[in-house]
């Protein structure tokens, strides 16, 4: 299958490839919702007077997060679930650092001979662990915030979501640092908790996939926004009398309105990483 995907355009892989996976998060999301909460999304997207109670906008978000990890936030199943997730969000993110397939099996081919399975899996579950933390974190925020009766608890969410993650991050870096100078001690610095010259001296083969792991610590929030962004390009769209005909044709949003919304956010991000490649140079 990898050696297929090298053959795909590098724009396909490193774009195309997290476009569609954040459409697939979200493909059957709707069937975590109530009627309610289905026809709430869609009359918010249709930009129509609601006739059913008004809902914090990240509500159903957390319904679609129980119906993919599980009700019990801290079920073992629930932990396994969120490790599946989280090895595909890995997989999927170091094609985007990367840059496409071919570069990323090339990168790994140029890791250090001293790579060995054991430090392969101690980073894994690293990783699994804090985004375990990382997406249970996100979970309680939003149970939280949308029993609060105040104005703006999505922006509320989104904040209080940012900074959460952001001491999260930083105690993985500390705890990565620490597992990666054990095998790489050329790069050990006196100041084992300030990873700084490392950054700046690592070659790009070890340091692409650091930033991968690093990066899915904020996939939760990744996916709040994109999905925040999906919802208002549709109620924008939605405002214009013949925009919202063109996208009751294109798409389900009275009988589907997450997975809409997913195809929304994955174009998003589709054009955001392309735009980004294109700035890059």
């Not at 109620?235 to 044709?249: D, E, S």
């Amino acid at each position: 299958m990898i050696e297929t995907l090298q053959f795909l355009p590098a724009w396909i892989t490193r774009a195309g490839i997290p476009a569609l996976s954040v459409m697939a998060f979200f493909w059957k999301g709707d069937e975590a919702l109530s009627d309610d909460f289905k026809k709430w999304l869609s009359q918010k997207i249709m930009g129509v007077k609601l006739t059913v109670p008004n809902i914090a906008g990240i509500e159903p978000l957390g319904r679609v997060f129980d119906f993919i990890y599980g009700r019990r936030y801290f079920a073992f199943t629930t932990f396994l679930r969120v490790a599946a997730v989280s090895l595909v969000a890995l997989f999927v993110t170091s094609l985007v650092v990367a840059g496409g397939v071919a570069q990323g099996i090339a990168a790994f081919r140029a890791m250090p001979m001293d790579v060995d399975g054991p430090m392969v899996i101690k980073l894994l579950g690293t990783n699994i662990v804090f985004d375990y933390v990382s997406i249970t974190k996100s979970r309680l925020l939003i149970n939280g915030i949308t029993r609060l009766k105040v104005r703006g608890r999505d922006a509320l969410f989104v904040v209080s979501d940012l900074i959460v993650t952001y001491f999260i991050l930083w105690l993985y870096v500390v705890f990565f640092y620490g597992v990666f100078v054990g095998y790489f001690p050329t790069y050990y610095v006196e100041y084992k908790y300030i990873p700084l010259q490392l950054a700046t001296t690592a070659p790009y083969s070890i340091l692409f996939p650091i930033v991968a792991f690093t990066l899915t610590t904020f996939m939760t929030l990744l996916l709040t926004v994109l999905y925040s962004l999906a919802l208002m390009s549709l109620r924008v769209f939605g405002a214009l009398a013949k925009a919202t005909r063109l996208i009751q044709w294109m798409l389900p949003v009275q009988e589907l309105p997450v997975r809409s919304i997913g195809i929304v956010a994955g174009a998003l991000l589709f054009c955001f990483l392309e735009v980004l490649y294109a700035l890059a140079g």
